[in-house]
């Protein structure tokens, strides 16, 4: 089982790495790593930096098509193992903030997903920054909050963003360059990614696809 993960852990890497340089990044390599300890099972993270040495904790890559210097940085992770059935991949958690400096000390936001969490819901995006109305709002709660404490949903397990959203959303709000053809690299993905949520709703819910396969017209109509 954990050779087969291996295998599509380490394409999705791939697929991943092929997706930023061909973006919004040039020379970042993204590694699958078995972590030495998971009460999951086998579970490999994938990010920038890792290795036998360093299993767990990817590094900051920077957000640039070329030599200059860059305005943001990126820090990638996912989490991944096979599905209960031991079959298909899935992602067990994510990570991707926005960063201003390598030491990521200055956050603009960061998407995180945590399958199965019970405090907050699963997928979410978190906001730095100060905001009026929230200031206004925490004057009557005894549980004061600052901004990027508050997890906006985004989507839930199947419906979250993916790594083409982030990167379109970068590019769009010009907040790093893209690349010549960076909209094709970012639909191809994002296409191959919702085929695949839906892939893994429709084992889920056979009931919904019998539902809509009744619901066609007959061909002989």
Known sequence: MTSDLAGQARRFAKELQETLNGSVCQHVRIAAVLRPRSAVGPVFTLGHGLSANNPTQPTAFPLRIDNKKPRSWMNLSFQVRLDDEGEFLTVHSSYCGIFTDESLETCLLHWDYEREKEKYTSAHVQVYGWSPALEALNQNND???????????VGGKRFRPCIEDAIEFLVTERLADGREGWQKRVEEGRNRYRRGQLLAMMRRHPDVVKEYLEGLPDEDE
Not at 143 to 153: E, N
């Open 143 to 153: 549980q004061k909050r600052s901004l990027d404490k508050l997890h906006i949903p």
